[in-house]
């Protein structure tokens, strides 16, 4: 090939002279932007933290029908056929999931394949679980809710502190409400959670003659975990804001302010599955059914059974007493059988 000679590229098909010249001729892409190296402060304290898993309340879901009518293609399509049966766990799945118990259950102390411990084993495990006939759970389940009843559930090992809840809940609010104040309280029985009442170090014990210090509320709980607040293996932590003119997000119209891509995530939470009966409900036996006689009326009128040896015990009898006494009385019948047995000896 020659020196001036260069390679020529055939023009896609279909291509005009004037797109061919303007590929032929066009600069290279620049490259992309990249991002910038600062974060938000706010960015970067969240992702110190565990993911929460939202969960929202149904009634912050469109309707089936209308989201069905703001969604509806302008071609139907036919639905899927639903599954004839559901999935069933592989052998595999189910042998995973007997081994995690087993391991769950030897961690904590419990069943039969725990191991032996000693006096000394025993009584610091049940010092770590809080009290004899507690099971030291190593995760809680902890949700926080909201007064719209929004969730926000995290699983966090036993061991943490009870005032990092407050900056792990801080952590997946909106930027306008990290900053206001609220109280963190269980119920029942409604036990509050102050943040400035549970953080700092243990109260020193009470001394004889030393005046009794007032305490604020929730300095009980100072240098305690969430595992040995006696929550088992989850919780449910409500939210109440207490900043002035913040009232009205304690309502329940009130939207709770979690972030955006945290409520983009956020599932409906499922309602509870009452027992459902199919058709009418037969009446139980002995009961009472609508436009007929009970049938325990229909039983005090049949004659009740009775053994033999116990028929006449509460029936009463005239017997004539006129060989011990000089009128008739009426007494019962084995008071009867008793006299007439002693007159038979008398004669």
Do not use: C
Not at 102 to 127: C, F, W, Y
Not at 193 to 201: C, K, Q, S, V
Not at 238 to 256: F, I, M
Not at 307 to 317: L, N, R
Request: hydrophobic share 35%.
């Amino acid at each position: 090939m020659a020196e001036n000679d260069t390679p020529v590229i055939a023009p896609p098909v279909g291509a005009t002279p004037a797109a061919v010249s303007s590929t032929s001729t066009s600069a290279p892409p620049p490259p992309p932007p990249t991002p910038a190296a600062t974060s938000t402060p706010t960015a970067s304290a969240s992702s110190a933290f565990p993911r929460p898993k939202v969960l929202l309340p149904p009634s912050s879901f469109p309707s089936s029908s209308s989201s069905a009518a703001a969604t509806a293609p302008a071609t139907l399509t036919p639905p899927l056929p639903a599954p004839s049966d559901e999935a069933k766990p592989t052998m595999a799945e189910l042998q995973a999931a007997y081994a995690s118990t087993i391991q769950s259950n030897k961690r904590a102390g419990v069943g039969p394949d725990a191991p032996l411990m000693t006096q000394a084993m025993r009584d610091k495990h049940e010092s770590r679980a809080g009290g004899p006939g507690r099971r030291a759970f190593e995760e809680i389940h902890v949700r926080f809710r909201f007064s719209d009843r929004t969730l926000l559930e995290y699983t966090l090992p036993s061991t943490t502190p009870l005032p990092n809840l407050y900056p792990l809940l801080r952590s997946a609010l909106l930027s306008t409400h990290s900053s206001k104040p609220f109280t963190l309280y269980t119920s029942p029985p409604k036990i509050d959670f102050p943040e400035e009442g549970i953080t700092g170090p243990p109260l020193p014990a009470a001394l004889p003659g030393r005046p009794r210090v007032a305490k604020k509320p929730g300095q009980e709980f100072r240098g305690k975990t969430i595992g040995e607040m006696g929550w088992g293996g989850g919780a449910i932590v409500s939210v109440r804001w207490t900043g002035a003119g913040d009232e009205g997000l304690n309502s329940s119209a009130a939207l709770a302010p979690i972030s955006e891509d945290l409520r983009g995530e956020g599932k409906p939470l499922e309602a509870p599955k009452m027992g459902e009966t199919q058709g009418g409900a037969a009446p139980a036996a002995g009961g009472q059914t609508l436009g007929g006689p009970s049938s325990s009326v229909e039983g005090e009128a049949r004659e009740k059974k009775v053994p033999k040896w116990f028929k006449g015990i509460g029936s009463e009898k005239v017997v004539d007493t006129s060989v011990y006494t000089s009128r008739k009385i009426r007494v019962p019948f084995l008071f009867y059988m008793k006299l007439s047995k002693v007159a038979k000896d008398d004669t």
